[in-house]
């Protein structure tokens, strides 16, 4: 890799797999609504909303990847998702229809398919189920990379992720956690494949406890190597109480799922 665009690199997640892919690339150019001020030699930074398609379509410009993370990780007003995630995958997707037509991970989400019951082992093909806006928005993504890819050949991973985070923060996360080194292991096996295609591919440990199946993404070679096992004596873990019949624990979004519309007062 020479030059990939990794967009949300201000984010949690875009701040690890800084650290995580350091060295993989000669060059990564960082985007961010916000300002990224610690820029390391082999990093640059470009300020960018990405519901501007003359910023998007420049920050596309040279690079060979790209690691899409940016717009609105939870669930928010319409207009603000409207303009970071709809909006702003379009302008993605079509810049880089226009210039070069790289590889793309585009950061999906669980929450597609939050409204399923957990007893349902979920694959790729999977009827998508949203539990929240933010869940709607993530499926538009899915299908714009679906339509680029069938129409113009631009190959996408699209990822579900779990709950990508240090370590699960509750018992819900023993089932949907996926280490940083996961994901970055899953990274380098997305952009080395010689064929990608356009799969579907859930974003997750080698937990004990199984929700989703990607035997589908198989071919590209990527087979988580932690587990959520190693969190299950946890003080915080073993004491957390939960009722089985709460939207929260019922359904696989969790939390998103039990919650009302955001805009609600």
């Known amino acids: 890799m020479k030059k990939v665009l990794l967009t949300g690199a201000g984010g949690n997640l875009g701040k690890a797999l800084r650290k995580t892919l350091e060295g993989w690339a000669e060059s990564i150019r960082l985007t961010d609504i916000v300002p990224i001020t610690d820029v390391a030699a082999h990093e640059e ?29 939870t669930e928010n007003t319409f207009e603000n998702i409207l303009n970071g995630n709809i909006r702003g995958a379009y302008n993605l997707y079509e810049a880089n229809r226009k210039q070069n037509k790289v ?15 957990r007893e349902t082992l979920l694959d ?10 933010y869940g709607v928005s993530k499926g538009f993504g899915e299908l714009l990379a679906r339509y680029y890819y069938d129409k113009y050949g631009i190959e996408s991973a699209l990822v579900r992720i779990g709950s990508c985070f240090e370590k699960p923060l509750n018992k819900r996360m023993l089932a949907t956690w996926m280490s940083e080194a996961d994901f970055t292991r899953m990274i380098h096996k997305i952009f080395a494949a010689d064929r990608l295609g356009c799969p579907v591919i859930y974003g997750v440990s080698d937990n004990p406890a199984v929700w989703w199946d990607n035997r589908k993404a198989s071919y590209i070679g990527w087979s988580p190597e932690d587990s959520s096992v190693v969190f299950e004596q946890e003080d915080y873990i073993v004491n957390e109480k939960v009722d089985p019949n709460d939207p929260a624990v019922r359904y696989q979004g969790g939390g998103f799922a039990a919650a009302g519309h955001f805009e609600d007062e």
């Open 45 to 73: 930074f470009i300020q960018c909303d990405l519901g501007d398609y003359d910023a998007v379509y420049s920050l596309l410009t040279g690079c060979d990847a790209v690691i899409h993370l940016g717009g609105v990780s």
């Open 103 to 117: 590889r793309i991970l585009f950061a999906s989400s669980n929450h597609v398919v939050g409204f399923h019951e």
């Open 124 to 133: 790729a093909d999977c009827t998508m189920r949203p539990d929240s806006m």
